[in-house]
């Protein structure tokens, strides 16, 4: 995200009277707006039909618009989208460029996805009357986090934090199991000190700057960032992104959350919530505060990378010794997260572009495992790993969904999770840190554990009398059917598309790495 408009491509509002904006022009706002205004739509309905639709129209609506901007993004160095006419910094801007808009489309990517697993969340995990609501909220958690990767105020980073969060903490309160109200009440004690972290650090930073626009407090903390203020207000933001994204030790709230939430809940919100959390630690780490202040005057990265590293060996540990697949796969998000933020706290161009492609890929084989679960759980009675023994025999796309997500979680190569732990060991290796190298290696034997622990059971283990009348009774069906089961016909393709991707992005690797690659530039030898 560049200081200056002067070198980049900027859309201009209507109200400044030169010319109209065509509907492309409008894409950036549109995909936070549009969300929002359904969402309000759907409240007012009320129905159940309604809201099923609306929430996928709009869903795929947002992805289209943000595979768009991110096309546009490889032509142009930036966008931006003046709200109102007003020009940065006095008004609120949105501001894109290859690195939000590659977290933008995953965020598109996966809420159109899961809304093609809907039908079976309303048949299974949410009761008829709830539906509406529950669509709502899921439409202002797309909405609130597409706000947070594509704006360029650092206020408004807040407000659609929370935007994100109080619909998570809805939508996770939802699920049938009592223990989601503990789990969501834990994550709003958690999320809201992590949120008022955040608002205090960038209250300091407007108080040193008299600005909001996060382009323009870095040109104003230039000559001020030897103040204690400012190293306050680092301090606490990073805290609180910490907490959101859920970094070892604060990652406590993650593990219920994704275990008690409904399956398509936990689909979306492991898939996206921590990656655009993480995402924020590039923005402000290095577009805010710079790379030289954040890695050289306050050497964030003595904290970020022994962190990084209990996270990876703690959740990798947790991991192998739960019974429950939800929660295993929790715990390997906290080591997942640790590979990410130890990119980060290496700080070389290859580190973070490791970083940026696990980020990415770790959001597609996330999704496509709770996905599979959440087709495995509309016959089995729950998801401890006992209770799916013998579902990929039943059920084999299912499996094969488990499998390929799996092996990418391992990092196994050509799947997805291969190419950005790759990156991040030629970075160890390049900067001479061995130990670190043996212990990613090491953590990656434990994944192959943890991973086979559950495809054991779903193909080796045996098929119950219940889930053998269950499939009985789905072959004397429809499952291509709307209401059919396992799956419907667009849960089936958008399945079959994540089992690809995981596939693709392992083997075809090039473009990826090449634009993680020139986001590793800019973040760190670009002007800002």
């Not at 797309?142 to 407000?159: E, K, P, Q, R, S």
């Not at 008299?210 to 030897?226: E, M, P, Q, V």
């Not at 990265?301 to 590293?309: D, M, V």
């Amino acid at each position: 995200m560049a200081s200056s408009s002067t070198s980049s491509e900027v859309f201009q509002s209507v109200t400044t009277g030169q010319h109209d904006l065509t509907l492309f022009q409008q894409l950036p706002v549109l995909a936070i707006v549009v969300p929002l205004l359904f969402a309000a739509l759907i409240t007012i309905v009320h129905k159940r039909n309604f809201a099923l639709i609306i929430t996928q129209t709009v869903s795929f609506a947002v992805f289209i618009a943000s595979l768009l901007l991110f096309f546009e993004l490889q032509q142009k160095p930036e966008i931006i989208y003046y709200l109102g006419g007003w020009k940065s910094p006095y008004g609120i801007s949105l501001h894109l460029d290859l690195l939000n808009g590659f977290v933008g489309l995953l965020v598109g990517l996966i809420a159109a996805v899961s809304s093609t697993f809907l039908p079976q969340l309303l048949q299974k995990e949410i009761p008829y009357s709830k539906f509406p609501l529950f669509c709502t909220a899921f439409l202002l958690c797309l909405a609130g986090l597409m706000g947070i990767t594509y704006t360029g105020d650092a206020f408004n980073i807040f407000v659609f934090l929370e935007i994100t969060s109080l619909s998570s903490y809805a939508l996770i309160a939802m699920g049938r199991d009592r223990r989601a109200l503990t789990a969501s009440y834990q994550y709003l004690i958690m999320g809201t000190i992590g949120a008022t972290f955040i608002l205090i650090g960038i209250g300091f930073l407007y108080a040193m700057t008299g600005s909001l626009n996060i382009a323009d407090i870095h040109l104003r903390l230039a000559d001020k960032l030897d103040s204690n203020t400012v190293k306050t207000a680092f301090a606490f933001i990073t805290v609180g992104i910490a907490l959101k994204a859920a970094v070892f030790p604060l990652h406590l709230w993650l593990n219920n959350a994704y275990s008690f939430a409904p399956s398509v809940v936990s689909a979306f919100i492991a898939a996206t919530s921590t990656k655009v959390s993480v995402y924020l630690f590039f923005r402000f780490f290095f577009t805010l505060f710079g790379y030289e202040q954040s890695f050289g005057n306050i050497e964030l990265g003595w904290i970020l990378i022994p962190l990084s590293i209990l996270g990876i060996f703690f959740g990798t540990y947790k991991a192998l010794y739960v019974t429950d697949v939800k929660s295993l796969l929790a715990s390997s998000s906290v080591a997942q997260v640790g590979y990410m933020t130890l990119g980060i706290g290496l700080a070389t161009q290859t580190s973070l572009a490791g970083s940026v492609v696990h980020l990415f890929n770790h959001g597609l084989m996330k999704g496509l495992l709770f996905l599979s679960i959440a087709g495995f759980l509309i016959h089995a009675k729950g998801s401890l790993l006992t209770q799916l023994s013998g579902l990929g025999k039943i059920y084999p796309l299912l499996g094969v969904g488990m499998t390929v997500g799996g092996l990418s979680l391992i990092g196994v190569p050509l799947t997805a999770g291969f190419t950005g732990k790759l990156l991040l060991l030629q970075a160890t290796i390049n900067q001479g840190h061995y130990l670190i190298v043996a212990f990613i290696l090491l953590a990656s034997v434990g994944a192959l554990f943890y991973v086979w622990r559950f495809l054991q059971m779903i193909w080796f283990g045996e098929i119950n009398e219940a889930d053998q009348q269950a499939q009985q009774e789905w072959l004397r069906q429809d499952a291509f059917s709307w209401s059919g089961s396992p799956l419907n016909a667009f849960a089936l393709i958008s399945l079959i598309a994540l089992i690809i991707a995981n596939i693709a992005f392992g083997i075809f690797t090039t473009e990826t790495v090449f634009i993680a690659d020139q986001i590793a530039k800019a973040l760190i030898g670009a002007p800002l």
